[in-house]
T-cell receptor, first 112, second 113 residues
Framework: EPEVTQTPSHQVTQMGQEVILRCVPI?????FYWYRQILGQKVEFLVS????????KSEIFDDQFSVERPDGSNFTLKIRSTKLEDSAMYFC??????????FGSGTRLTVV | GNSVTQMEGPVTLSEEAFLTINCTYT??????LFWYVQYPGEGLQLLLK?????DKGSNKGFEATYRKETTSFHLEKGSVQVSDSAVYFC????????????FGSGTKLNVKP
């Protein structure tokens, strides 16, 4: 069964550093997403991406965040200057237009 | 906008007990409804879904029926196993973007042998 692959599975970074979280969506999917889950809390929508541009973003997704699809297979989330409160599990997802919505296994980001 | 409310956990059951996790929704129209499961240390997996009223989604012994009269989508399983221990999330698409999901707060299930 096709999978969404995320790397790394766990990243530790110092406050103020930039991090890039990487995702390889399912190859024939057209819509891409990032969600965030702070430990023990809800899964929150961050951003959706379609046709090489952001289609929607949440209030959480401020100027410190950016997304990119640098080539035909990767989809990245960059946090420019990490804060302690960015510590969370970040999930990438991709979908076609028929609710074929698949999540990756997540990247646990720890900001120290 | 669309939203879901889940019962709070944790829920602790003995093996082979009957499980119900309540989920109610608020929505404009009749969007599809979903249950996702997150096993310890893993990502989110689609457990089941129902695309219209009165539909029943089922998978791995779990079931949920889309009930518009009570705006509910309760998750049930007749006999839980230790391996079902996980966090369960009810979800539905938000109003303006059917591919963007609103997740409930999650219900942690602990099944004891």
């Amino acid at each position: 069964e096709p999978e969404v692959t995320q790397t790394p599975s766990h990243q530790v970074t110092q406050m103020g550093q930039e991090v890039i979280l990487r995702c390889v969506p399912i190859s024939n999917h057209l819509y891409f997403y990032w969600y965030r889950q702070i430990l023990g809390q809800k899964v929150e929508f961050l951003v959706s991406f379609y046709n090489n541009e952001i289609s929607e973003k949440s209030e959480i997704f401020d100027d410190q965040f950016s997304v990119e699809r640098p080539d035909g297979s990767n989809f990245t989330l960059k946090i420019r200057s990490t804060k302690l409160e960015d510590s969370a599990m970040y999930f990438c997802a991709s979908s076609d237009d028929t609710y074929g919505y698949t999540f990756g296994s997540g990247t646990r980001l720890t900001v120290v | 906008g669309n939203s879901v409310t889940q019962m709070e956990g944790p829920v602790t059951l003995s093996e082979e007990a009957f499980l119900t996790i309540n989920c109610t929704y608020t929505a404009t129209g009749y969007p599809s409804l979903f249950w996702y499961v997150q096993y310890p240390g893993e990502g989110l997996q689609l457990l089941l879904k129902a695309t219209k009223a009165d539909d029943k989604g089922s998978n791995k012994g779990f079931e949920a029926t889309y009930r518009k009269e009570t705006t509910s989508f309760h998750l049930e399983k007749g006999s839980v196993q230790v391996s079902d221990s996980a966090v369960y999330f009810c979800a539905l698409p938000t109003l303006y973007n059917f591919n963007k999901f609103y997740f409930g707060s999650g219900t942690k299930l602990n099944v004891k042998p």
